[in-house]
């Protein structure tokens, strides 16, 4: 998907890098398809909780020394062509948890850890157009989205003079294995 596409991108200008995912089978076999192995660290996380997210910096700052930047692009869908009244509570939750806690997390720990040892690092979230221009059935992930734009803009605003630098993509439609059922 677009965090393999993003990662395999940062490698070939050798850049160190840290992948993250909550299947290990599936992150060892991303890890292994990235290749430079010396320069690419698998971490097995759920970021949408805040202990996840502090292991992810722990494991990175441990194997590499130091962040420059973090690339929030973990995403889930949900189900779609499912009316909001018809969306599972167990599913709400895990939309938001991946799309909007898991990058909020994510920014305070490693936020933190940037203030703390002065790295000027950057963050960037990446959305989607369903933010704006919601695609019915799709509830969940739209709100998600959209809520991560509104993040994106109050973490840049508390890191003014931080030297951090927090931006958001918008992605529109991209043919990923999550996506592919409206292709």
């Known amino acids: 998907g677009i965090g393999h596409v993003l990662a395999a991108a940062f490698l070939q200008k050798g850049a160190r890098v840290v992948i993250n ?5 599936v992150l060892a076999k991303a890890a292994s398809a990235l290749g430079h192995s ?4 698998a971490v097995c996380a759920d970021i949408a909780s805040a202990e996840g997210a502090q292991e992810l910096l722990q494991q990175s700052v441990e194997r590499f020394g130091s962040v420059d930047v973090l690339i929030n692009n973990a995403a889930v869908m949900g189900t779609k062509d499912r009316p909001a009244w018809e969306v599972p509570a167990q599913e709400w939750v895990q939309v938001l948890g991946a799309n909007l806690h898991g990058p909020f997390f994510c920014a305070r720990a490693f936020m933190q850890w940037m203030v703390k040892t002065k ?6 979230n990446v959305s989607s157009g369903a933010a704006n221009a919601p695609v019915k059935g799709l509830i969940a992930y739209a709100v998600s989205k959209s809520a991560l734009d509104a993040l994106t803009l109050g ?6 003079g931080t030297g951090i630098m927090v931006t958001g993509l918008q992605l529109g439609s991209t043919k990923t294995d999550m996506a592919r ?3």
Do not use: E, N, Q, T
């Open 21 to 25: 995912g909550r299947r290990a089978d």
């Open 155 to 160: 973490l840049a605003a508390d890191a003014d």
């Open 119 to 124: 790295v000027s690092g950057r963050i960037i």
């Open 38 to 41: 010396g320069r690419v660290h």
């Open 181 to 183: 059922s409206f292709f």
